[in-house]
Nanobody, 120 residues
Framework: QVQVVESGGGLVQPGGSLRLSCVAT????????MGWHRQAPGKERELVAT???????NYADSVKGRFTISRDNAKNTVYLQMNSLRPEDTAVYYC??????????????WGKGTLVTVSP
């Protein structure tokens, strides 16, 4: 079993900052990639940022220059530093991990999400 758990969401004013964290636990042999997606009310889930083992990083155009994804490999943790937040960043943010388990199985695991609300 592999689980990912997000934390760090909350209410912030426009222009403010938040830092999300996500930790992966369980029968992990190797994490291939971790990332963040978000889903705003009435919209489809969309990619925010991903970081692949080896260093490749991708961002959605809408967050480039404002959000930074980073990873602590020793802790199986990924972070999303969000600066200059806008009301349109309001969404449930989901963590995703692509892992290989100690049993040789490849899994793609999602967290339950953490709500980020950007409002005056």
């Amino acid at each position: 079993q592999v689980q990912v758990v997000e934390s760090g969401g909350g209410l912030v004013q426009p222009g403010g900052s938040l830092r999300l964290s996500c930790v992966a636990t369980g029968d992990i042999f190797r994490i291939n990639a971790m990332g963040w997606h978000r889903q705003a009310p009435g919209k489809e889930r969309e990619l925010v940022a991903t970081i692949i083992t080896g260093g490749s990083i991708n961002y959605a155009d809408s967050v480039k220059g404002r959000f930074t994804i980073s990873r602590d490999n020793a802790k199986n943790t990924v972070y999303l530093q969000m600066n200059s937040l806008r009301p349109e960043d309001t969404a449930v943010y989901y963590c995703n991990a692509d892992v290989r388990t100690i049993w040789g199985r490849n899994m793609n695991v999602w967290g339950k999400g953490t709500l980020v609300t950007v409002s005056p």
